[in-house]
């Protein structure tokens, strides 16, 4: 079955550092997005793409959608306290809401 | 505005047992997903709802069943509980069936004794 591949499984930064995490498959999607979930809650979309190669931002985030539609990354910058939680990849192949979804990567920031 | 809202939020039931979770949409929002969530992996397709009819389905055993409501709200029913089944189920609320922009509710956490 289609699979979304986050690594490393948690993160740790000092808080005003910047943060990169990617997420690959081995199979073609039309559709990324970003999740974040923090405890007791559903994850909260944080940015969606929607075609190749493009390049989105939501204040200090910023996604792109890989231009082999196999992968995208998320970038966090200047991190604060609150940017922890767990940050999923998520994406669609067709014209249906079925979203597959990685594993997920577990951020920490360090005051 | 409101958001997606699921009733219980905690639920405790035993082997064999069935259960009912329930799911509120978006105020105009049509469509309804569910998913599943076990601890430490990322949520699990389950169900698609649009327009009371049944959009598509996961890789779950046909002890999982939905339907969705005239009024857009769905219900989940698992029968025969299996240990396994302990996850926190999601579901999220979509303005059309082919929206990719899906919004989540805060989850049922169901534990499986």
């Known amino acids: 079955g289609q699979q979304l591949n986050q690594s490393p499984q948690s993160m740790f930064i000092q808080e005003g550092e910047d943060v990169s995490m990617n997420c690959t498959s081995s199979?073609?999607?039309?559709?990324w997005l970003w999740y974040k979930q923090e405890p007791g809650e559903g994850p909260v979309l944080l940015i969606a793409?929607?075609?190749?190669?493009e390049l989105t931002s939501n204040g200090r985030l910023t996604a792109q959608f890989g231009i082999t539609r196999k992968d995208s990354f998320l970038n966090i910058s200047a991190s604060i306290p609150s940017d922890v939680g767990i940050y999923f990849c998520?994406?669609?192949?067709?014209?249906?809401?079925?979203?597959?979804f990685g594993k997920g990567i577990t951020l920490s920031v360090r005051p | 505005d409101a958001g997606v809202t699921q009733s219980p939020t905690h639920l405790i039931k035993t082997r064999g047992q069935q259960v009912t979770l329930r799911c509120s949409p978006i105020?105009?929002?049509?469509?309804v997903s569910w998913y599943q969530q076990v601890l430490g992996q990322g949520p699990q397709f389950i169900f698609q709802?649009?327009?009371?009819?049944?959009?598509g389905r996961g890789n779950f055993p046909d002890r999982f069943s939905a339907r969705q409501f005239p009024n857009y709200s769905s219900e989940l029913n698992v029968n025969a509980l299996l240990l396994g089944d302990s996850a926190l189920y999601l579901c999220?609320?979509?303005?059309?069936?082919?929206?990719?922009?899906?919004?989540f509710g805060p989850g049922t956490r169901l534990t499986v004794t």
């Open positions: 999220a609320s979509s303005l059309i069936q082919a929206s990719y922009e899906q919004y």
């Open positions: 709802y649009y327009e009371k009819e049944e959009r």
């Open positions: 199979s073609i999607f039309n559709t």
């Open positions: 105020s105009g929002h049509k469509s």
């Open positions: 793409l929607y075609k190749a190669g």
């Open positions: 998520a994406a669609l192949t067709g014209a249906n809401s079925k979203l597959t």
